[in-house]
């Protein structure tokens, strides 16, 4: 699942140990595995690969630009949704052929930088956009290419109601029955090859059933596309393939390729990818200081130097993470990744941050070994979605992030100061 192991008693990533990484780098501070990016991506970039596909990775899980181009380095496209996250695929020369662009609102600044830099796929999910991308390549005299984001009326009821996209009543693409008269309008566009589908129904998907049944629909639309005489010849199938949150509780990779594979063969159909975080959410975790531990009413909490500031998906989401110490109590084995695991003379704590609101916790009625101020604690699982959503609330400085790959280690994104949360306001 990850290169985080325990070893004699102590947390370690890949061949360093966590402590001391904490002891010159600070806490809190996001610690990630190059093996576990690396094989992750692998696993997926392998598993549908008969099918040719191009993954692209999606940057809002995971943006930091030292991963980013490591995933390059395997041959990853990037999935964006800002001109933000566009600059970031830039800035380490990414492959603008595999860069598809998503979202509801692209403004026209941003859609005049993707069109400059010639990315891959605009994906529209709008008429009135499609139309303003139109205008704004005609205006600027170049051609793009695009794919229609339609919405195939599809979720996993698994997933929360914040993450699931593909239902037809949220804001997302374009309601599958309008796909035609869409390309009706717009399919032999001047200044856009519209031969494409995208389709992304939400994160994370658990099982492989809800992609058979919106490519299965989609497939239809592009059979009578083509009766129409408009060709598609990419499908995007988005994102979503969850991951190992507790062990073993997620489809790999392949089971996916498994089940969605046999739909497309035999169709002249590039496939593109946009997994986020399947490739790296196991790649990473957050490491916390314990400040205090006390007593509220019949609740103990446990106080770390970590909160909702640094991972807000408890908070946001009520998401699970597992947590644990760094260090394993003398004699302890160590332990299974399962939320409601109980070690041997386990106190039930909430682990909490320092922010002023209720809903600051990391985890809630953990069943974990005593622990003092001063000791380490992981929250495993922390990859995807975690440092990319932290906020400077309370006007707390950022976390600091580590890549670790083999006995190496280096800092790739440093602890924020009080410079830098200040230096926009005292600059104007
Ligand atoms: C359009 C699109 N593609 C890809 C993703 C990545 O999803 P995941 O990280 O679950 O793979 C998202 C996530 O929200 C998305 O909105």
């Known amino acids: 699942m990850d290169h985080f192991k325990y070893r004699n008693d102590e947390l370690w990533c890949e061949d360093v140990p966590a402590a001391s990484i904490a002891a010159s780098a600070g806490t809190p501070v996001y610690i990630y595995s190059a093996a576990t990016l690396r094989h992750h991506y692998r696993a997926i970039a392998r598993a549908f690969e008969p099918a040719g596909a191009t993954v692209c990775f999606s940057i809002k899980s995971l943006s930091n630009v030292h991963i980013l181009r490591l995933l390059a380095g395997e041959g990853s496209g990037f999935d964006v949704v800002s001109g933000g996250e566009l600059a970031r695929a830039q800035a380490i020369g990414a492959d603008p052929a595999k860069i598809v662009f998503a979202g509801v609102g692209k403004t026209d600044e941003e859609l005049t930088q993707a069109l400059r830099s010639g990315i891959g796929l605009f994906n529209v999910e709008s008429e009135q956009e499609f139309e303003n991308i139109s205008a704004l390549a005609g205006r600027l005299g170049v051609k793009t290419s695009a794919a229609l984001r339609v919405n195939p009326d599809v979720y996993d009821p698994r997933t929360h109601t914040y993450t699931a996209t593909g239902k037809k009543e949220t804001k997302f693409g374009v309601d599958i029955e309008r796909a035609v008269r869409f390309f009706q309008t717009f399919g032999r566009d001047p200044n856009i090859r519209l031969a494409a589908i995208h389709i992304h129904i939400g994160s994370p998907i658990y099982s492989p059933g809800p992609y058979v049944a919106a490519i299965t629909k989609t497939l239809e639309l592009v059979d009578r596309l083509a009766g129409m005489g408009f060709k598609v010849d990419t499908l ?137 101020s001063g000791d380490l604690m992981a929250v495993f699982s922390a990859g995807a979605y975690g440092f990319t959503m932290s906020s400077q609330y309370n006007s707390r400085p950022r976390a600091a992030e580590v890549l670790v790959d083999g006995d190496k280690w280096r800092i790739i994104r440093r602890r924020e100061t009080f410079q830098d949360l200040l230096a926009p306001e005292l600059d104007v």
């Open 236 to 372: 995007d199938i988005g994102g979503g393939f969850a991951a190992d949150y507790e062990e073993g509780k997620s489809p790999l990779a392949f089971s996916y390729a498994e089940k969605i594979l046999p739909l497309l063969a035999g169709r002249a159909l590039k496939i593109v990818l946009e997994p986020g975080r399947q490739i790296a959410c196991n790649a990473g975790l957050l490491l916390a200081k314990v400040l205090y531990v006390k007593q509220g009413g019949d609740r103990r909490f446990v106080i770390v130097d970590a909160a909702m500031t640094d991972l807000v998906r408890p908070a946001m989401y009520g998401s699970e993470h597992f947590i644990y110490p760094a260090r394993l109590p003398a004699g302890q084995p160590p332990p299974p990744r399962h939320i409601k695991f109980c070690p041997p003379g386990a106190q039930k704590v909430d682990v909490v941050g320092g922010v002023c609101e209720s809903s600051d916790f990391l985890g809630k009625d953990r069943m974990l070994p005593p622990v003092a």
